[in-house]
């Protein structure tokens, strides 16, 4: 499992024009499934996210976690991550779940994420035309890889 992490001062995903998820401070995670991901995966990426210390505290240190700030997440499901570009210049997704495996890591992904920070994830839609706008805070943008924890 691959994410990107954003730390938003504001998010929204729209889908046809429409606007489906929208949150205020807090985390945009854009996740990328493999088929070898695992339910153990998930779990060590839900508490890795959640425990991250990436937002600031009163002396503008980043020593803060989004359950610290009791901040609001938004993640969706991003295949991309998983390209791979070493030859030509058409990525490969070889890597990447395909949708019948990919959906139910979703979707697991974002209950254990509801329940590690006992809030309501807001999400994209998996396999739509997604349009995301995003006040990246910092900037802050953080890569994680279950399967590359040096990262």
């Known amino acids: 499992m691959r994410v990107i992490i ?3 001062s504001g998010c929204f995903v729209s889908i046809e024009g429409e606007i489906k998820s929208n949150i ?4 945009l995670v854009l996740a990328g499934f ?15 996210i959640n425990s991250l210390r990436i937002f600031n505290d009163d002396e ?3 020593n803060l976690s989004i359950k610290d700030i009791d901040g609001e997440m938004l993640i969706v499901s991003q295949f ?19 949708p019948e495996t990919a959906v139910p890591l979703y979707e697991k992904f974002i209950n ?20 995301i ?18 990262l």
């Open 133 to 150: 706008s995003l006040i990246n805070d910092g900037p802050v943008t953080i890569l994680i890889d279950s399967k590359n924890k040096d």
């Open 24 to 27: 205020g401070t807090g985390l």
């Open 60 to 62: 503008g240190v980043m």
């Open 34 to 48: 493999e088929n070898e991901d695992s339910e153990e995966d998930l779990l060590w990426m839900s508490r890795k």
């Open 112 to 131: 254990i994420c509801e329940k590690e920070t006992g809030k309501e994830i807001q999400t994209g839609e998996f396999g739509a035309d997604m349009q």
């Open 80 to 98: 991309t991550l998983h390209a791979k570009t070493k030859k030509g210049n058409r990525p490969s997704y070889i890597k990447a779940a395909k």
């Open 6 to 8: 954003q730390r938003v």
